[in-house]
């Protein structure tokens, strides 16, 4: 278990690593020349998106003992799109690219998140996003997964 949790960090890190040169790039620029980027390896402008142990209802974040797999796709919802009641298993990270979303949490209530807001979603409750505004709605998913 501590093996695989393990390999899972590395695995996420490496994900959001590759999953953000171009966007990190534009907002903090590349380094004067290749002699500045060679000297201090590894040191960089960086902002924190997110840091946390909990997911967006305060609930610890765990991980089944499965075989890692991270996947991520942007997800695109239109003025007036419903999504799916569904629930996650494993840790999901959202970053909101653009536009509003609303997340029913059954049971629980809603919550409304906005271009910029990063979170682990709620594992184990039931929800559906839905976009109530007028503009599409674009974010960033990464499922920290299990290879089934």
Known sequence: MK????????????????????????????????????????????????????????????????????????????????????THETPLYAHILSGTISVDYEGIGTKTYKAGDTFIEAMHVVHHGYNESDAPVSLLAVYIDCDK
């Not at 610890?60 to 499965?66: I, T």
């Not at 796709?73 to 003025?79: K, L």
């Open 3 to 86: 093996r695989s949790k393990s390999m899972l960090r590395i695995v996420i890190a490496t994900t959001l690593a590759l999953s953000f040169p171009a966007l990190h790039q534009a907002a903090h620029g590349a380094p004067a020349n290749k002699k500045d980027a060679v000297a201090n390896p590894g040191s960089y402008p960086a902002s924190n998106l997110l840091d946390t142990k909990v997911d967006i209802l305060g609930q610890p974040v765990s991980y089944p003992d499965c075989p890692a797999r991270v996947h991520s796709d942007i997800i695109t919802m239109q003025p007036g799109q419903v999504g799916g009641k569904h």
